[in-house]
């Protein structure tokens, strides 16, 4: 990618950069500890968030796993993951890369950066369970960083059995 | 490994019928590979992908049937090829893209090459190789490209999606859904073109028939799935019948939504939320199609290798693939109707929250099939217990029975030998 053709100013900011990446490593901490009722507040309330195979982002196919397109939706899936869907528990580890910055615009600056979710059942061995590239924007509101999209297209298009919390 | 899981002792099925299946039905290797044999490489017709996923001359698509690996690929003269996915020279699985398009099949080992109806057309140095005046090797003098092409299967495609089948003699597809399975299938393939959305793909680590088993289960829905008893998408107390074919190998499940809320059917039932609403209802944006005629779901279970659905206004098919006897991948296709408008569209997607691996509704059935499988390992001499409405077997007025698997069974012990 040709950095210098995007948005990019020279020399970002690097208190603004730092705060993305606290952003990211908040973000991965409260999916990871089981605090769902916390995540949708990384969004914003008009946001979008998708959980998409990579065949299908890729082939310009719609369906993606999860396809949220508001705050209210997410609400409504921390409600899914506490009371309605039935699973075995899990634990799950995000292990998240250094974030790529490709544009700052006034609709926000668009990160990406790779990411592996280990999924560790009960007395069970550790093992890979999703692993992608997050391509998301991000937006200042009410003073603090959050997500407006979130995708999180995903190279392991199959699943081991179910996916139930936030990737 | 169990020892009991490889007994060659004769399968204990209770004298009652087939309303007891024992376990080790689901986890025996060597019932497997008869499975194989008998359901998905003879007798049978399986479903093999959407004519959407290859419209055009050279498209082609890689898939499975049963556990052998197939090519659907579409010849310039419209029609579908279906080909098993090994080349005719020394095995190798030539075929390492998805989908894509050709103009010839190309294995890369030796370069041996067929066209898109599998004869095979191109043998480097099939009349050897000249040097120093002599020609050096070549195939033998009776050697025949005709001899050598890639296995090619009986295809049928019907409405919108193509089928195969490895064994020739197998009856036409129509006659093989028979006519009470027919008339379902074409309300929702009744011709019109279809789009793809997408798909969706998931490994259960359960056997392949436990999936048959769940969508001819319609005890389950409005007791394991919340969403489905809360707002009335399936429950007990819903306009429902069962139907089933001739044989009781194919099913469908159909029903009428009502509105949900507290009644007899939710009496215990902790899975019901009496008070859950939704903070964005979009999900549930239900909005009635002329073609429905009425129900507001239909699950068909064709036998073996698919599912149909229809539940509101999302459509999939969901190809079960086996894996062994402990697993199945299972493959969902999303679609729609190319008339579909740009609102129901978003709609259809917008419902698919529910299904697939993730769903609100499907990803509980993935995670008790795979409890049931580690349940049925623990003892293969125990046996499973469908009782509900009965042991007989039959099509019925209601969804409070488990005739639909007792039906399956009954085919499955008369084609098993068991």
């Known amino acids: 990618m040709n950095a210098s053709a995007n948005n990019l100013p020279s020399r970002l900011d690097p208190f603004l950069r730092a705060e993305i990446e606290d952003l990211y490593a908040r973000y991965s901490a409260c999916v990871d500890s089981g605090h769902y009722e916390a995540w949708p507040g990384f969004f914003t309330e008009a946001c979008t968030y998708k959980v998409i195979p990579r065949e299908n982002h890729e082939r310009g196919l719609p369906l993606a796993t999860l396809a949220f397109e508001s705050r209210a939706m997410l609400e409504d899936r921390v409600y899914g993951i506490t009371q309605t869907l039935f699973h075995q528990p899990y634990y799950q580890r995000h292990s998240v890369s250094g974030i790529l910055i490709t544009e700052v615009t006034s609709s926000g600056i668009a990160v990406e950066a790779n990411y592996l979710v280990i999924r560790t059942r009960s007395k069970a061995l550790s093992e890979v369970f999703n692993t992608g590239r997050y391509i998301d924007r991000v937006v200042r509101e009410d003073g603090s960083l959050r997500f407006a999209e979130k995708c999180c297209v995903f190279d392991s298009e199959m699943i081991p059995n179910s996916i139930i919390y936030p990737i | ?418």
């Open chain 2, 1 to 418: 490994m169990n020892d009991r899981t490889h007994s060659t002792a004769p399968l204990e099925w209770h004298p009652g019928g087939p309303s007891r299946v024992p376990y080790r039905t689901y986890v025996d290797p060597a019932l497997h590979a008869i499975e194989l044999e008998r359901f998905f490489n003879h007798d049978h017709w399986a479903y093999v992908c959407l004519s959407c996923e290859i419209p055009n001359a050279g498209d082609f698509k890689r898939t499975w049937i049963g556990e052998r690996q197939v090519i659907a690929v579409r010849d310039i003269d419209g029609t579908v090829s279906v080909l098993e996915n090994h080349c005719a020279h020394r095995g190798a699985q030539f075929c390492q893209k998805d989908h894509g398009n050709a103009t010839e099949l190309v294995c890369p080992y030796h370069q041996w090459s067929y066209d898109l109806k599998g004869n095979l057309q191109g043998v480097p140095f099939l009349r050897g190789v000249k040097s120093n005046g002599r020609i050096n090797g070549g195939m033998p003098g009776d050697f025949r490209k005709s001899d050598h092409g890639l296995t090619r299967l009986k295809v049928e495609e019907w409405n919108g999606v193509v089928f195969g089948s490895f064994d020739t003699a197998v009856a036409p597809l129509r006659d093989y859904l028979g006519p009470e399975i027919t008339p379902w299938y074409e309300r929702i393939f009744d011709g019109r073109s279809l789009t793809l959305l997408g798909y969706n793909r998931q490994r259960i680590p359960g056997n392949w028939k436990l999936m048959q088993e769940n969508i001819k289960d319609p005890y389950h829905p409005g007791l394991l799935h919340t969403w489905f008893v809360t707002f009335g998408l399936w429950r007990a107390d819903q306009k429902s019948s069962l139907v089933m074919d001739a044989h009781g190998r194919h099913a469908v499940m159909i029903s009428s939504k009502n509105e949900g809320g507290k009644g007899d059917v939710t009496q215990g039932v902790t899975s019901f939320k009496e008070n859950m609403t939704l903070k964005d209802a979009r999900v549930l944006d239900v909005v009635p199609e002329p073609w429905w005629k009425g129900p507001t779901v239909t699950m068909l279970t064709l036998f073996p290798s698919v599912i149909i659905q229809q539940q509101v206004n999302s459509l999939s098919t969901r190809h079960i693939v086996p894996v062994g006897p402990d697993a199945f991948d299972f493959h969902w296709t999303h679609f729609g109707y190319a008339e579909d408008t740009p609102e129901m569209t978003r709609r259809r997607l917008r419902q698919a929250n529910l299904f697939g691996p993730a769903g609100y509704v499907s990803a509980d059935d993935g995670e008790v099939i795979e409890m049931q499988q580690a349940g049925f390992r623990q003892h293969p001499d125990y046996q499973t217990v469908s009782e509900l409405g009965g042991r007989d077997i039959g099509s019925t007025d209601h969804n409070v029975s488990e005739t639909l698997i007792r039906g399956m069974y009954g085919y499955y012990r008369k084609v098993m030998g068991v």
